[in-house]
């Protein structure tokens, strides 16, 4: 494999890209912060457009781990790494699975990852043939994906109890914005709690599962933003929240599971401005590293568990830190991430 350094600017530690012919692998490895500990994030397996898009993304991507790990307390530090290419490929998966374990072995334990979006956790198996720094496995913690739903569940409720007073969803109308592996069991407990569903997604076959099995509303894609409802719940892909989209928003909180939703800084902002209350979302979506700790860590699942349902208090802490501060609660968010960061930088 051809393993080559980034030289750009970037705050991060170490970017790498990797490249193998014979299994036709792409992938990059991005180091964000250590401080904490070992670099810990998903592989997230996408037909990016170019391999700059690529780059953008996974830069963003770790930056947004580091800032997790150190707001769920997590003796861990933040990375990620992606696959460009098709993940609706079957063919010759493994060997690239593997290919994508011998890169991350390359890193000697600097950095640990796990599935993603585009990926499972058989597809995890296949990296675990190569190399042992690889966590979510079906026989250990699993598909972390119905724990990062539950985060987000009560990431909702803490919004619902700042903003009515109630952590109460009963009746609440939530427009939900992709009905993934994470969206559909967020779906699902919505559900149970007695909350009212308005779906969609790319894939009409997902749709049509979380609708048929939520008694959900389905709109469009390009409907969701518009739909009035309670809380708007973003559970694709990141950027979401822009100049185009935050206009047409009929909602009074935005809580999700997609990572960077803000497309910038200043979108939390104009959130703010709109008078929509914004869980952050590496605070929300917590939830699958948190998992992921009983592999990494070796706790206990009734201490992951717990550590999954304080998710209500951080997201409480937040909003009534930016109330106090008069600050998008975005802002808030980086202020406590970056208060964990700064006693290990010293």
């Given at each position: ?12 530690e170490r970017v790498?890209f ?8 792409r992938?990059i490895?991005?180091?964000?912060n250590?401080q904490?500990?070992?670099a ?5 397996f ?5 391999e700059a898009d ?9 930056r ?15 990375g ?25 072995e390359?890193?000697g334990?600097?950095?640990l990852t ?10 995890m ?14 026989n250990?913690s ?15 409720q ?11 969803l009963?009746?609440r109308?939530v ?14 407990e919505?559900?149970?709690?007695g ?8 894939d ?8 048929s099995?939520?008694?959900a ?5 390009e409907?969701?933003?518009a739909?009035e ?29 997609a ?10 902002e ?15 979506n ?14 206990e ?10 998710i ?17 609660t ?8 970056e ?5 290990a930088?010293?």
């Amino acid at each position: 494999m051809e393993i080559i350094n980034y030289n750009g600017a970037t705050e991060h530690e170490r970017v790498l890209f990797g490249r193998e012919e014979a299994s036709g692998y792409r992938g990059i490895i991005a180091i964000h912060n250590t401080q904490l500990g070992p670099a810990v994030g998903g592989t997230r397996f996408w037909n990016y457009a170019s391999e700059a898009d690529a780059l953008t993304d996974v830069l963003r991507l770790s930056r947004g781990m580091t800032y997790k790990n150190a707001l769920a307390g997590l003796p861990l530090g933040g990375g990620k790494s992606i696959i460009i290419g098709d993940n609706r490929q079957t063919a010759g998966r493994e060997e690239l699975f593997r290919a994508h374990g011998r890169f991350i072995e390359s890193r000697g334990g600097g950095y640990l990852t796990a599935e993603d979006v585009g990926t499972t956790t058989a597809d995890m198996e296949f990296v675990l043939r190569e190399t042992r720094h690889v966590v979510g496995l079906a026989n250990r913690s699993g598909d972390p994906s119905p724990v990062t739903a539950h985060g987000v569940f009560r990431a909702m409720q803490a919004a619902a109890r700042h903003r009515w007073g109630t952590d109460e969803l009963a009746g609440r109308r939530v427009a939900l914005q992709g009905c993934g592996h994470v969206g559909y069991y967020l779906a699902k407990e919505l559900r149970e709690a007695g909350a009212k569903l308005i779906v969609t997604d790319m894939d009409a076959e997902r749709v049509e599962r979380v609708a048929s099995e939520c008694e959900a509303e389905r709109v469009a894609p390009e409907e969701i933003y518009a739909v009035e409802a309670d809380i708007f719940a973003p559970c694709a892909l990141g950027g979401i929240l822009n100049d185009e989209t935050i206009p047409q928003l009929r909602v009074e909180i935005v809580a999700g599971a997609a990572n960077n939703q803000l497309l910038d800084a200043r979108h939390g902002e104009a959130l703010q401005a709109r008078g929509i209350l914004y869980a952050p979302d590496y605070a929300a979506n917590a939830g699958g590293v948190i998992n992921g700790c009983i592999e990494l860590l070796d706790w206990e699942q009734s201490h992951s568990r717990a550590k999954v349902e304080a998710i209500y208090d951080t997201l409480l802490e937040i909003f009534q830190r930016a109330e106090l501060e008069g600050v998008p609660t975005s802002k808030a968010a980086d202020e406590l991430a970056e208060a964990r960061l700064q006693p290990a930088h010293a």
